[in-house]
């Protein structure tokens, strides 16, 4: 019987993704064998996991697959502990990358045992039969897969779904991130939740990296949540003196210089202290990003303990997708759909941001608002996300630093309301002001 051809780093992380996706575990439950790992203590731990499973699929425990490792007793689980931590502590390779490889291997397996049966049978003249057992084969390879299956059983499964609700009350790490917005956070029952993708737009240098960034300053500051801040254009450097700026309450042009006034740096300094390992910065300007390099670093940063639970990109209009396509059009609507589908996966809060149609002449100095019909190169990316809207100001709302907030729609609540905020851009903060916007009738409604 042949083993497995991958290295010991790819035969952890097989294990390690049965603990965190149920429907591939179940798939490697069906086609692995504990003799294709290529220690002991890796097949092991695939015992222990077949066991768990076992027991689990007649109901017998609910216990975390990882915890099946802490439930084996004997001498070996104290002889295989230092693997046992590999497993559960480091993600090394890729999950679409374990799929694809793990998929192959199967299917060349079936391959070639059903190849020496139907040899076999072939040279005893048993032609039919040596069809047959290929034919089968060919049905099975053509059913290995590993993807998760989106299937409910919608009565049986009432109490789990309501458990799984009321445990997400007690956890924080479930709880929804604050907009900044209080008419915004309430219509929407707290904020952005983890399995959501919103995104604002505007024209250009109109505040979308700003407003991302506050968004990632309340992550971090109010909710005291990791953050990803995943960067497309610009310069890390340039970003994080804007975060240094909001955090801080200096003046913008002082952090860049490293002109900080000292009482404002302490109290930072030490605020900082309690901060640490809530924010990281990834910038990658290659212009032939896509999803894959975002989820990359996902799993490198988890390598090094840092498991966010926000996601801001900077912004998704800049991102490739993995598919060939045909048109730019085709490459937003492509990655923003691999957006949303890594928010969901990872279970991530998301936001990002879009650009708007280019300005008509006088769109700087006469106010209005953009609506989604203003979404430059593809309104499609609106029936992705999950809440969407745009920031509105004139030139003359910028000098007062002022903005105005659109939120058009919610993938679960109408909204189509707008707020004015403070727009301080030589601190980097954005505020909400003490008031619900309401715009001037135009004189077309008026006639």
């Known amino acids: 019987m042949q083993g497995f051809l991958f290295d010991a780093a790819f035969q952890r992380a097989v294990l390690r993704l049965c603990m965190q996706d149920e429907a591939f575990c179940s798939r490697v439950m069906q ?21 768990y499973w ?47 490889q793990l998929k192959d291997f199967i299917a060349r397996s079936l391959f070639a045992v059903a190849h020496e049966e139907s040899a076999k049978l072939f040279n005893a003249s048993r032609n039919d039969e040596a069809y047959d057992v290929m034919a089968k084969a060919q049905e099975k390879i053509q059913q290995v897969s590993f993807e998760r299956i989106e299937r409910q059983w919608f009565f049986e499964e009432l109490q789990e779904r309501q458990h799984l609700r009321l445990r997400a009350q007690l956890d924080i790490s479930h709880a929804p991130f604050h907009t900044g917005i209080h008419g915004l956070d309430q219509i929407t029952e707290g904020g952005i939740q983890k399995g959501e993708l919103w995104s604002v737009f505007a024209y250009a240098k109109r505040c979308k990296t700003t407003w991302l960034i506050n968004q990632g300053f309340r992550a971090t500051r109010v909710n005291r ?50 901060l640490k390992g809530l924010l990281v910065i990834r910038t990658c300007n290659d212009w032939d990003v896509n999803i894959l390099r975002v989820k990359a670093e996902l799993l490198e940063l988890r390598a090094h303990g840092f498991i966010p639970d926000m996601l801001i990109l900077d912004y998704v209009d800049l ?76 030139e003359d709302e910028m000098t007062r ?42 004189k077309d409604a008026d006639s």
């Open 31 to 51: 086609y692995v064998l504990p003799e294709y790992f290529s220690s002991a203590p890796l097949g092991w731990i695939f015992r222990a996991f077949k066991a």
């Open 54 to 100: 076992d027991a689990y699929q007649q109901r017998c425990t609910d216990m975390p697959l990882r915890q099946a490792l802490y439930q084996v007793e004997g001498e070996k689980r104290e002889l295989y502990a230092l693997e046992v931590e590999h497993v559960i502590a480091r993600v090394v390779v890729e999950d679409a990358y374990i799929k694809e």
């Open 225 to 274: 949540r990791p953050t990803l801040h995943f960067l497309l254009e610009g310069t890390g450097e340039q970003t994080a003196a804007r975060y240094d700026a909001a955090y801080s309450h200096e003046l913008y042009t002082r952090v860049k210089r490293g002109d900080m006034d000292p009482a404002l740096y302490r109290y930072y300094a030490q605020e900082a202290q309690y």
């Open 319 to 394: 991102m490739r997708s993995r598919e060939r396509v045909d048109s730019e059009t085709q490459h937003q609507v492509a990655s923003s759909r691999d957006l949303k589908r890594l928010i969901i996966n990872e279970n991530l809060a998301g936001w990002t941001a879009w650009q708007a149609v280019r300005p008509k002449p006088d769109a700087h100095t006469t106010e209005h608002i953009l609506t989604a019909s203003h979404v430059a190169d593809a309104y499609a990316k609106v029936r992705i996300v999950d809440c969407w809207g745009s920031l509105n100001a004139t």
């Open 401 to 442: 630093g002022e903005m105005r907030v659109f939120i058009e729609g919610h993938r679960d609540h109408a909204v189509g309301k707008t707020w004015k905020i403070q727009n301080d851009l030589s601190r980097m903060i954005m505020a909400q002001s003490s008031y619900e916007y309401t715009p001037p009738a135009s």
